[in-house]
């Protein structure tokens, strides 16, 4: 019996030495460091954040099956948001997390003749079916859009402007905060909404 409850401590023991020593999984904080990805894009390039070092970075979150992506697309308005952006020398990368069985997944060659379609001007398209990109970030919606400044750290995460409506009417007068954030960035002022509440259709997790 002694031996039994001894083991039983020495196990326990084991455990909490196990869980104490093990990395935890950092999470999306405004003004920490931006978590770490590696995500393969449409070409087949390994991309990563270490890649950008240097370079401000906006990841935006789409799915072609989201009304709420169509919206912005369907009317221009995150082709010309990228548009602006790349222009200015910052880094777009659009993330694609729909996995294999559900609507919304593409192929490499799906993605380049979407972004071929839509007159995509992101720096690439990430495939993130395995939902590593997506889990790192805790995106949630489509879009959900985040900025790394030039230092690494994340220095906006939240909805793309602040009208959750799927009505490209909706876009008329609508306050672009991810415009807005990247003007403060060039301007050197802090953000002045790091973070908003993001809106859109559910990121569809792989299992």
């Given at each position: 019996?002694?031996?039994?409850?001894?083991?039983?401590?020495?196990?326990?023991?084991?455990?909490?030495a196990f869980a104490l020593a093990a990395p935890a999984l950092s999470?999306?904080?405004?003004?920490?460091?931006?978590?770490?990805?590696?995500?393969?894009?449409?070409e087949g390039r390994a991309r990563s954040l270490a890649e950008f070092?240097?370079?401000?970075?906006?990841?935006?979150?789409?799915?072609?099956?989201?009304?709420?992506?169509?919206?912005?697309?369907?009317?221009?308005?995150?082709?010309?948001?990228?548009?602006?952006?790349?222009?200015?020398?910052?880094?777009?990368?659009?993330?694609?997390?729909?996995?294999?069985?559900?609507?919304?997944?593409?192929?490499?060659?799906?993605?380049?003749?979407?972004?071929?379609?839509?007159?995509?001007?992101?720096?690439?398209?990430?495939?993130?079916?395995?939902?590593?990109?997506?889990?790192?970030?805790?995106?949630?919606?489509?879009?959900?859009?985040?900025?790394?400044?030039?230092?690494?750290?994340?220095?906006?995460?939240?909805?793309?402007?602040?009208?959750?409506?799927?009505?490209?009417?909706?876009?008329?007068?609508?306050?672009?905060?991810?415009?807005?954030?990247?003007?403060?960035?060039?301007?050197?002022?802090?953000?002045?909404?790091?973070?908003?509440?993001?809106?859109?259709?559910?990121?569809?997790?792989?299992?």
């Open positions: 019996m002694a031996y039994r409850q001894l083991s039983r401590r020495v196990i326990l023991g084991l455990a909490a999470t999306p904080t405004i003004n920490a460091p931006a978590p770490a990805f590696q995500a393969i894009d449409q070092a240097g370079k401000t970075v906006v990841l935006e979150w789409t799915s072609d099956a989201c009304p709420y992506s169509h919206k912005h697309y369907d009317s221009g308005n995150m082709q010309r948001l990228q548009a602006k952006a790349t222009r200015s020398g910052v880094v777009w990368l659009t993330v694609m997390t729909d996995p294999p069985g559900v609507s919304g997944y593409m192929t490499a060659e799906q993605v380049r003749a979407w972004m071929t379609k839509v007159g995509s001007h992101a720096t690439a398209v990430l495939l993130d079916a395995d939902a590593r990109v997506a889990r790192a970030y805790e995106a949630r919606t489509t879009p959900h859009m985040f900025i790394v400044d030039k230092a690494g750290r994340l220095v906006y995460m939240g909805g793309i402007d602040d009208r959750p409506y799927t009505d490209p009417a909706s876009l008329r007068g609508a306050k672009n905060y991810v415009a807005l954030a990247l003007a403060d960035l060039r301007a050197g002022r802090p953000i002045a909404q790091p973070v908003t509440r993001p809106y859109g259709c559910s990121v569809k997790y792989a299992p």
